[in-house]
């Protein structure tokens, strides 16, 4: 190594450091007692220090490039965040101590407070403690001027209590095609807007969240000569990696499997923060024998924990994204990163093939994002889609054959449960059809056909 380059090594070591609360003089007593492991088993300086060490040295870390910072391979998404400013306090307050400093939010979320409360959590504590990343959720047409869009920009620094944004997203891109990207983001100069603000310094890294068209993503890379994409936010996870297209679009086209988008990233250059690491939670509800196969092969770890080992073991992945709304569920997430055990190749071959035979459940493709919601009828969409897949997953659903001697049997079991579940004013059967869902659904469900679909299924059979 060259000395400048050591020198410039040591000094992003000893500045990640004094993020984690070291001073100056015991950052560079650190130093000197070994290299700081960022990618696979960073224990080298925890174990130097023994009881001494903080909880936050225990947490794998990954360097963002180009700037060299370390960045949590455990990312907090907040889109879920309880009700409470003052849980949402304890949260954040626990995960910081534990090495947690990438926090994910966005204008949309919570119906426009995430962001409030967010910035209220992060704001007490130093700035250089934690990377806040928010997004352009300009995706309803009303917002597509530039004016109306400046303003939400604008408008994420006051409710973040922040003079700069660390990771800055175009929202959820790719829903609408080439057409909708432009009329968002091109056409009305808004892209051009933030690569100034990121080259005057109030962006530090700009990227975007990938859903749907996947022309869009290709578009958007092949174009990365003119943007330089800092980073991209996709959705990633054992499951989606080989069998995404299989979900199927409204358009008959189906998202792109989550290898290629991965490679596609990997081979430019620009890394990765991933979304729905575990599909909505459903990898971390899986079957019986599926369960039982993960039993057998790691006896103490949840089906959460290999979701999240399976992700975290990608190298060009800079953090992984938890909605974690209850302490119990931060506390085992922050386990399974501190240090983070990758998967080995033997263990890769087992989940992928449980991927291969969980693509052939008849689920619902929804992540219970939400973003379809509210609905004018008031169906709670994600709340339907939940239940059914669970339905699935636990093998309760009365499919595929009605003949079948216990049809009949679970057919009632199923609806009464459904019956308890949803009330009545929720349920699938208060779809109108009118569509104004389809635009929203990152996943592009055929959400009013998936409806009808469970419709059918609760209808109370014909004497």
């Not at 992060?122 to 700035?127: A, D, F, Q």
């Not at 109030?202 to 859903?211: N, Q």
């Not at 569920?329 to 035979?357: G, M, Q, W, Y």
């Amino acid at each position: 190594m060259k000395k400048n380059d050591k020198q410039q090594h040591e000094m992003n070591r000893r500045q990640f450091l004094e993020r984690l609360g070291f001073g100056s003089a015991t950052a560079l007593s650190l130093i000197s007692l070994g290299s700081l492991q960022v990618i696979g088993s960073p224990r080298t300086i925890a174990n130097a220090l023994g009881d001494d060490a903080p909880e936050s040295l225990k947490m794998t870390y990954r360097v963002q490039n180009g700037t060299g910072e370390h960045i949590s391979l455990l990312g907090f998404g907040m889109m879920r965040l309880p009700r409470e400013q003052e849980q949402v306090n304890e949260l954040v307050d626990y995960a910081l101590a534990h090495g947690v400093n990438y926090f994910d939010t966005a204008p949309v979320y919570g119906g426009g407070s995430n962001e409030t409360a967010t910035g209220n959590a992060l704001s007490r504590h130093p700035r250089n403690k934690y990377y806040v990343a928010t997004k352009m959720s300009n995706q309803n047409e009303s917002l597509w001027s530039f004016e109306k869009s400046k303003e939400m920009y604008e408008n994420s620094f006051k409710k973040l209590q922040v003079d700069y944004i660390d990771y800055y997203l175009l929202h959820s891109v790719g829903g609408g095609g080439i057409d909708n990207l432009k009329a968002r983001f091109i056409d009305n100069g808004l892209l051009d807007f933030l690569l100034e603000e990121r080259k005057a310094g109030r962006i530090r890294h700009l990227g975007f969240s990938y859903h749907g068209d996947v022309k869009v993503f290709d578009w958007l890379l092949d174009n990365n000569d003119k943007y330089h994409w800092d980073f991209v936010q996709i959705q990633m996870n054992y499951l989606d990696w080989t069998h995404a297209q299989r979900r199927g679009g409204r358009r008959g086209r189906g998202d792109a499997n989550a290898e290629y988008l991965y490679g596609r990233l990997e081979k430019l250059g620009i890394q990765a923060v991933i979304m729905e690491p575990l599909r909505g939670g459903g990898l971390a509800n899986v079957q019986d024998d599926v369960r039982q196969q993960l039993t057998r092969a790691r006896k103490d770890d949840t089906p959460a924990r290999w979701g999240f080992r399976w992700v975290g073991s990608k190298p060009n992945v800079l953090t992984a994204l938890s909605g974690m709304n209850r302490m119990e569920h931060l506390k085992e997430n922050l386990d399974t990163f501190s240090p983070l055990d990758p998967c080995t190749t033997v263990e890769n071959e087992l989940l992928e093939r449980i991927a291969d035979k969980m693509s052939g459940m008849p689920t619902i493709g929804c992540t219970t994002c939400a973003y379809c919601m509210p609905c004018k009828h008031g169906v709670d969409i994600p709340g339907n889609f939940a239940f059914y897949n669970k339905a699935v997953v636990d093998g309760r659903l009365p499919l595929p054959d009605a003949s079948a001697p216990d049809y009949e049997e679970k057919r009632q079991a199923y609806l009464t449960a459904y019956q308890e579940a949803i009330p009545s004013k929720a349920r699938a059967n208060r779809c109108q059809d009118c569509g104004e869902c389809l635009p929203k659904c990152p996943q592009e469900l055929p959400i009013p056909t998936h409806l009808s679909r469970l419709v059918e299924m609760t209808r109370k059979k014909q004497a």
